[in-house]
Every structure is written in structure tokens, then in C-alpha cells.
């Protein structure tokens, strides 16, 4: 089933607005976890509003006021988010770096006490469409499944690490976890019986596997790092690295006391007018993209591409026709919609 990009924007902010969100945080969020789904980030778009649901009406999601300022300086900020949404923080904090950026060159705003802040990916392009890079990262210091390589405990979350870049055409959007695979689709897969498509879990024992239920059954086994049990020490070591740049910079982490489902964020911007200028530095992004799309594909009939240039072109595809949501998420939401008086998308044709 298909349904117009705006009804489910407008859909999402009604139902966040009727939990007490304040509306431009309820704009925010909506638009951002649409918008994974425009790209096909399914797992972790508007499958993610049921859960923010629960946590505004628990009271774990904050619903007024704004971030703490606990460091200010002209290239270098620190927030306290007070567990407020996360979607709308780090649009708040993009703002103010692309405006530091443009007179310091670049600009960086950690922000401790977040919640959730959604998919990546989401956030890139509206970076790179002013000529802008940007880096995202995140942890959620509350809660653990990935193991340190070599390891049977777990210590960390899949630890995303995301970049937009402008190339002076398509930009290059990354948005990767530094380990095997997401508690997202885990957790779907787990709840539909299925397995993964590659061994990104292991059990208890040590042994890798394809069977996402090893994470749910006592006792319980974790996700492995990028690159599994071959080459797992890089994802290790990447994991680490976002540690640092999350919870070492903004001086809270896993050492401190849990407090519910959320995340601790880096976000940098770069402004390349500052360097060698948004002209040159284009000049060579877009070569190398355009190398890239001209080397001589390993399987016929499938093009070289760069990260990113397929959730853009999916993008632009179902704001046009409709976008197809995953099965599980609008019935995943009905009793929401009925608690709160909300009327539901219709699909289109």
C-alpha cells in the first residue's frame, strides 16, 4: 500500500501533537522519520512512532522547553537535550552550526541526554543542498547488544556513523553501523520469525549465526561487530571511536547512571567556502564520484553507485507515486490513532 508523503507527514504530527508535543517539535520529528521511509530506511522511519508515542506518555520523552547550554564557544557547543526528541535537537543543532560554520568554517554540537534521534540518513541532504558537510554519530549509553570483538559481552549499540557530502551533483549520503547489523531490523525479524540474510549475530556460546532470536533468549547472545568474526577488529575499532566522540566529548556516557531509551550525539558542519572553496572542493568529490560510477560493474546489469544515490532516487520516486510502507507500521499504530482521535492515511492508487 501506498500513501501521499504529506498524509503521512500530516498523520505523524497529529499524533505527536495530540500526545503534547509542542508543534514545531511534533513538525520535526515527523518529517524526519518520514523521510527515512521516503528513502526505504524502513526500520527505522514511522516504525519508530509507536515507541515515541509510548515514551511521550510515559513521561521518558520530554515534551516542553528547550536544551541546556552547558559550553559555548565560537566552533564548539555542548547540550544537555533533557531527553527531549531527538529529531528536532539535531535540526536545532544543524541550524546553529551551518550559522557558526559560515562565518568559523566549521562548527560542532555535541549533545548529551537526547532522545532517540531516528535514521541518519535522514538529516544529510538538507546539509549538502547548501554546499555543507556534515557528520552525524550516536550512541545510546542506556542499553547494550554488540559485543567487542573477541568478546561474549555486550558493551555497545550499533554506534551509526553518517556523512553528507556535495559533489556538485548527486551528493554522497553514508549512513553506516559500525557493527553487523541494527537492534531495528533484529528486533522485526525476531518478531516475524525470520532470519538474517548473513551470520551478523552471535550466540552466547561464541558461535555466529543467522537467527536474530539468540539476542532475546536467556542468556543472551549479542550483534557482532562490522566486519563479523573475520575482520570485526575495524568495526571494533570505529565503535570505539564514536564512543569518544559522543559520550567522551560531551562528558556523559556508559559511566553514568541509565535513564531510558536515547542517544548521545556528534554532529559536525563544514563549511568548504572556508578551505580551498565549494568550487574545488566539488571539482574532486565529483570526479571521484563520477570514477566511481564509471568502473566496470562485477555483476552485469548492475551499475556502480554511490552511497546514498539509491535512497535519493527512491526518494524523489515516492513523493511522486506514494510511499510504500513497510506491512507492520500503519497497524502498528491504529490504536494510537484511535486513542488519540486521529485519522488515519488513506492509501492512494
Not at 74 to 91: E, H, K, S, Y
Not at 158 to 171: H, K, M, R
Not at 320 to 338: C, D, K
Amino acid at each position: 500500500m501506498r500513501y501521499a508523503y504529506q498524509d503521512l507527514i500530516t498523520f505523524a504530527e497529529n499524533l505527536l501533537t495530540a500526545s503534547g508535543l509542542e508543534p514545531a517539535k511534533a513538525a520535526a520529528v515527523a518529517s524526519i522519520l518520514v523521510e527515512g521511509d521516503l528513502m526505504g530506511h524502513n526500520t527505522h522511519g514511522l516504525a519508530l512512532l509507536p515507541g515515541y508515542l509510548g515514551e511521550l506518555e510515559s513521561g521518558s520523552m520530554e515534551k516542553l522547553g528547550a536544551p541546556t547550554v552547558l559550553a559555548d564557544h565560537p566552533a564548539a557547543l555542548t547540550w544537555d537535550g533533557r531527553r527531549l526528541p531527538g529529531p528536532w535537537l539535531v535540526l536545532e543543532a544543524m541550524a546553529l552550526a551551518a550559522e557558526r560554520a559560515a562565518t568559523q568554517g566549521t562548527c560542532t554540537v555535541v549533545i548529551r541526554r537526547s532522545h532517540h534521534i531516528a535514521c541518519l540518513a535522514a538529516y544529510l541532504k538538507r546539509a549538502t543542498d547548501q554546499g555543507l558537510v556534515m557528520l552525524l554519530t550516536c550512541s545510546d549509553p542506556n542499553t547494550a547488544s554488540v559485543a567487542p570483538f573477541g568478546g561474549l559481552d555486550a558493551v555497545f549499540t550499533p554506534n551509526p556513523v553518517s556523512a553528507g557530502i556535495p559533489t556538485g551533483g548527486v551528493p554522497v549520503l553514508m549512513d553506516v553501523s559500525t557493527s553487523a547489523t541494527t537492534n531495528g531490523l533484529t528486533n522485526r525479524l525476531h518478531k516475524e520469525g525470520k532470519h538474517l540474510p548473513a551470520a551478523w549475530v552471535m550466540d552466547v556460546h561464541g558461535a555466529a549465526s543467522t537467527n536474530p532470536s539468540v539476542l532475546f533468549e536467556e542468556p543472551k547472545g549479542t550483534i557482532l561487530p562490522l566486519g563479523g568474526m573475520d575482520s570485526g577488529h575495524k568495526g571494533y575499532g570505529l565503535t570505539l571511536l564514536v564512543e569518544a566522540l559522543t559520550g567522551g566529548l560531551a562528558g556523559h556516557g556508559r559511566a553514568d547512571p541509565k535513564e531510558g531509551w536515547g542517544a548521545t550525539v556528534f554532529l559536525q558542519i563544514m563549511d568548504p567556502r572556508a578551505f580551498a572553496g565549494l568550487d574545488a572542493f566539488t571539482r574532486q568529490t565529483g570526479h571521484v564520484a563520477d570514477a566511481c560510477r564509471a568502473s566496470r560493474p562485477a555483476r552485469e546489469g548492475s551499475a556502480v553507485r554511490t552511497p546514498g544515490e539509491k535512497g535519493i532516487a527512491l526518494a524523489e520516486q515516492q513523493k511522486q507515486a506514494g510511499v510504500a510502507l513497510y506491512p507492520s507500521i500503519l497497524p502498528s499504530l491504529a490504536s494510537w490513532a484511535i486513542k488519540l482521535g486521529v485519522t488515519e492515511p488513506a492509501a492512494v492508487s
